[in-house]
């Protein structure tokens, strides 16, 4: 994680391409929606002199505060155990990047529905989802969930909003014309 090498390096070739992804797991929420390597990925954007394209894996929603820095950005998600193959084919060309967002990336978290909160002294006592309240033991923690913006979250929570990059946003290589195989029979 040295900035220095790292530009260094990057300088002897015409392009660079630049990885980071978030460190997740089903039992718990991120502890923020920056790339774990945000700093070292912002420096490096910021001082490269060449062509740089950031590669970003991650589970879902992220911060992208040195997007304007990239020459490019490709976002996978949850690709699988092909994801390295998938990315290689993408970034030679043998493959045409033409997925959509399945997600907004907000400028910041402030734009996104906040975790559930554990509840004090409430846990859960079974498979079954028995409430017991005290002190300690039980399958796992309550947590209270209010979720007040019913269907407000997400592209139509900011409808209004600047965010970095709106939920179906992509670019693809390809030129697309549409056109009639035949023209459709108008009846009546």
Not at 40 to 60: H, N, Q, S
Not at 183 to 188: A, I, L, N, S
């Amino acid at each position: 994680d040295n900035v220095d090498l790292t530009v260094a390096a990057m300088e002897r070739a015409d392009v660079a391409i630049v990885c980071g992804a978030t460190t997740a797991a089903e039992s718990e929420d991120r502890p923020s929606l920056l790339l774990d390597q945000s700093g070292f990925i912002g420096e490096v954007l910021a001082r490269a002199t060449i062509p740089t394209v950031l590669v970003a894996m991650t589970p879902g929603a992220v911060l992208l505060p040195f997007a304007a820095n990239a020459t490019a950005i490709v976002h996978t998600f949850l690709a699988g155990q092909e994801t390295g193959h998938a990315i290689a084919d993408v970034l030679l060309g043998r493959e045409n990047p033409s997925g959509k967002l399945p997600v907004t990336i907000p400028l910041s978290e402030e734009q996104t529905v906040l975790p559930c909160q554990p509840v004090e002294g409430v846990h859960i006592s079974s498979v079954a989802g028995l409430w017991t309240q005290g002190g300690g033991g039980g399958y796992g923690v309550h947590y209270d969930c209010d979720y007040t913006e019913s269907l407000h979250v997400g592209y139509l929570g900011l409808h209004d909003e600047p965010v970095g990059f709106p939920f179906g946003h992509g670019l693809s290589f390809t030129r697309f014309a549409y056109a009639w195989v035949r023209p459709p029979t108008v009846r009546g």
